[in-house]
Nanobody, 121 residues
Framework: VQLQASGGGLVQAGGSLRLSCAVS????????MGWYRQAPGKQRELVAS???????NYADSVKGRFTISRDNAKNTVHLQMNSLKPEDTAVYYC????????????????WGQGTQVTVSS
């Protein structure tokens, strides 16, 4: 199972970016998918997550600005980031939670390689 993230880059404050993450490999089911971020000198934190049923959860700092979406058929997750602020600068990591490769296998989490988002003031 591999996660390939894309869409990071450099943007001015107030701008927008859209992150995408595609999960490939032999997959039976994925429970939650989400995005985390880690700024220099800080711990990794949850940005947003979405369950297979479409329930979403957002960090307070991004509510109203970021939107997470998911395509279960394609095993992809997206993060639309609007009204970006310099404090959003971080490496963003895609996460696939409780992934089962077969109906009888135990589940585990997988992480993508990270994509840099830099917001200039």
């Amino acid at each position: 199972v591999q996660l390939q993230a894309s869409g990071g880059g450099l943007v001015q404050a107030g701008g927008s970016l859209r992150l995408s993450c595609a999960v490939s490999g032999s997959i039976f089911s994925i429970n939650a998918m989400g995005w985390y971020r880690q700024a220099p000198g800080k711990q990794r934190e949850l940005v947003a997550s979405i369950t297979s049923g479409g329930s979403t959860n957002y960090a307070d700092s991004v509510k109203g600005r970021f939107t997470i979406s998911r395509d279960n058929a394609k095993n992809t997750v997206h993060l639309q980031m609007n009204s970006l602020k310099p404090e959003d600068t971080a490496v963003y990591y895609c996460n696939a939670g409780q992934v089962q490769r077969n109906w009888y296998s135990a589940s585990r989490d997988y992480w993508g390689q990270g994509t840099q988002v830099t917001v200039s003031s």
